[in-house]
């Protein structure tokens, strides 16, 4: 330990020198002949325990080799009182309690809590919760488990109570520890620790198979914990953590992904396992976070597409290209008889510029002619590949500048601005078309929630991308909001958490008032996918995408 042993209240001697509440807890299992689990947990909160009462036993300062501070309170006999100290950061390993066939735990900060499975040979996650402060569980000999502190900036204690009626002393020993990264049990008589030292295992044994979901976890807990202990000076380390690091980018973990998202999600790539996918997320997310770090990629940039953009196309790009993008473009050429090779375009919002190219290749435009803007660098620097293309931001254009013969803006980049902004940049774009000139573009129905997927994959399946979506209200105004994650397999395997993506919902009727406020010479509307007209009336469509084609006079 770090801190001085003397600075520590030792374990007391007799129950007469604990506090009154732990005094309660002792006395009451001495008067009881059989004790469960749900019993002991009802003393303990009839205790009305105080963190004041802990504190003598508390230790913020243990090493940084352990997992969380671990101090004995009394020994009972055939139970055992221990406080453990939790500092940001601190996670325990996942473990069950030795000899203990009964106890309780109480926190007295933010504990996270995960219970699993172990059985027929595999282990899955059950649950992970953040805990109340004061709340209460009962520990039974089947619990396998794992708590810790997941905060940035908070430090609390947790009072833990094990018994065993036909044990006298070492109700706790022989606990197990699953190293799931190793593939093995050790078993241990003290804190049940993430990598834990050779002396204080006393044997292994194979460990249950895990899902991804508790690979990844352990994986990322043990890396956390190595790193935090070669920080603090225990450089010896340093080739665990450097095999850690390739375990956290491993490719070989693609096909066991692939086997549980089987499992969970359907065919159109919804989640049929809610639970499960928002802890699947969870763990992705933190994961990211640590990649990054491990990376030394440390940017605070506000670009949203700052690590998506050259993954962009596989998984969003390409696909609506070829599912209605591309059909709507030949429409617009057709149906309204544009002539693209005799027309300038500017793109708002183009991404990396893929459509564009299609544009410019497909459909004849000159590449002098085209320019796409976007406010993403990131999108900009994969754009300029292929078009001509600046940083620009649709609520800046000027028509003194330039003006043009057709405007365009794909997958509903609109609604990526603020709704106070969104009548405004139509009137913007209006005023840089030409008479007689064309914007089109398409944009998302207020309940496209029901057709977006969860999952989506790239053409090869080196790429998946999960995103979580849900509807938010901001000022009176509807958003659909998804938090985006990509995996990428291409080399090693790469998780990056792309945050939260808004977009505006405005009902489809309002989209078409403000066109025709601004657009003289007619709007009309079109299901982007089957192009079939859509009526004044209506709010949605059967695909919840649109095209808008407004006429300048």
């Known amino acids: ?38 019993q002991v947990r009802q003393v303990v ?3 009305k325990i105080q963190p ?47 000899y203990t066939q009964w106890g309780a735990v109480q926190v007295f900060g933010p504990a996270e809590h995960a219970t699993f499975l172990v059985q027929d040979g595999e282990i899955t996650c059950l649950s992970r919760t953040l805990l109340k402060t004061g709340q209460s569980m009962a520990v039974g000999h089947q619990l396998v488990h794992q708590m810790g502190n997941t905060t940035d900036d908070q430090q609390f204690i947790t009072f833990h109570l094990y018994g065993n009626t036909q044990r006298n002393h070492d109700i706790t020993a022989d606990a197990r520890v699953f190293d799931l990264n190793k593939g093995i049990i050790e078993r241990t008589n003290g804190g049940v620790f993430h990598a ?10 194979p460990a249950p198979t895990p899902d991804y979901l508790c690979w990844l976890r352990n994986t990322v807990d043990i890396t956390q914990r190595v790193r935090a202990a070669k920080n603090a000076g225990f450089t010896n380390l340093s080739r665990h953590l450097d095999t850690l690091h390739n375990d956290l980018f491993d490719r070989r ?21 809610s639970y499960w996918w928002k802890l699947l997320c969870h763990e992705l997310t933190v994961a990211a976070q640590v990649q990054a770090e491990l990376l030394q990629d440390t940017s605070s940039s506000n670009d949203a597409f700052q690590t998506y953009a050259e993954l962009y196309d596989s998984v969003i790009g390409q696909p609506c290209l070829d599912s209605f993008i591309s059909k709507y473009l030949q429409f617009m050429r057709d149906h309204y008889e544009i002539d693209f090779s005799q027309s300038s375009l500017l793109s ?7 459509t564009e190219r299609y544009i410019i290749e497909q459909l004849g435009m000159h590449k002098k002619n085209l320019l796409g803007i976007d406010i993403s660098e990131a999108m900009i620097h994969v754009a300029s590949q292929h078009i001509h293309a600046e940083i620009g931001d649709v609520m800046e254009i000027d028509p003194a500048v330039q003006r043009w013969d057709l405007a365009f803006c794909g997958l509903n980049i609109f609604q990526y601005l ?103 010479g007619g709007v009309e509307i079109y299901d982007a996918v089957s192009l079939d007209p859509i009526s004044a009336d209506a709010d949605t469509c059967l695909s919840t995408r649109y095209l808008v084609c407004a006429r300048n006079e």
Request: contains cysteine; negative net charge.
């Open 45 to 47: 909160m009839e205790a």
């Open 253 to 273: 973990k693609k096909q066991q992904l692939l086997a549980d998202l089987n499992q969970h999600v359907n065919s159109d790539g919804h989640a049929i396992n």
């Open 196 to 205: 834990l030292p050779q002396h204080l295992v006393n044997s292994t044994e």
């Open 418 to 520: 603020p709704h106070q902004n969104f009548a405004q940049a139509i009137s913007k774009v209006a005023a840089v078309v030409k008479p007689g000139g064309y914007f089109f573009g398409d944009f998302i129905t207020s309940d496209h929630i029901r057709w977006y997927p969860n999952l989506v994959f790239s053409d090869d399946q080196q790429i998946i991308s999960l995103r979580t979506p849900k509807l938010i209200e901001k000022n009176q105004q509807m958003y659909q909001q998804s938090h985006i994650l990509n995996i990428d397999f291409r080399n090693q395997m790469r998780i990056t958490d792309e945050g939260h993506h808004q977009r505006y919902l405005p009902p489809l009727s309002r989209v078409r008032g403000i066109f025709e406020q601004f657009f003289s």
């Open 1 to 38: 330990m770090t801190n001085s042993q003397s600075s520590l209240r030792p374990p007391a001697n007799s129950i007469d020198e604990l506090p009154a509440s732990l005094q309660y807890i002792a006395q009451s299992l001495v008067k009881t002949d059989t004790l469960q689990a749900k």
């Open 348 to 354: 708002l919002g183009c991404g990396t510029g893929l």
């Open 52 to 98: 004041l009462d802990l504190m003598p036993w508390s230790d913020f300062n243990h090493s940084a080799t352990d997992s969380y501070g671990r101090r004995l309170v009394y020994d009972g006999s055939f139970f055992e009182m221990m406080v453990m100290s939790w500092r940001p950061g601190d996670v325990s390993a996942i473990h069950d309690h030795g």
